[in-house]
């Protein structure tokens, strides 16, 4: 009577290895988007992508909002 690896039924597959290393593979065969410090004073966050302008998400989104503010500002001045 060998005793097997068979720990009980009803095991839980795993990941195969092979499937992990293709997602690696992928990642890093995939294009790394470059990032870089947000350009705003005082912020920093890396994760501004030169896309976005040097900004990170979280600044573009005060930006985007900045503007609605002002935009607002100007049509109720006048
Ligand atoms: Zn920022």
């Known amino acids: 009577m060998a005793k097997t690896s068979k720990a009980g039924g009803g095991e839980v597959p795993i990941v195969s290895p092979q499937l992990i290393d293709g997602a690696k593979d992928f990642v890093l065969r ?17 994760g501004a992508t030169e896309r976005s302008d040097g900004l990170c998400w979280v600044c573009q989104h005060l930006k985007i909002s900045a503007w609605r503010d002002s935009a607002a500002q100007e049509s109720a001045s006048e």
């Open 30 to 46: 995939s294009k790394p988007v470059r990032r870089v410090p947000c350009r705003v004073p005082g912020c920093g966050v890396v």
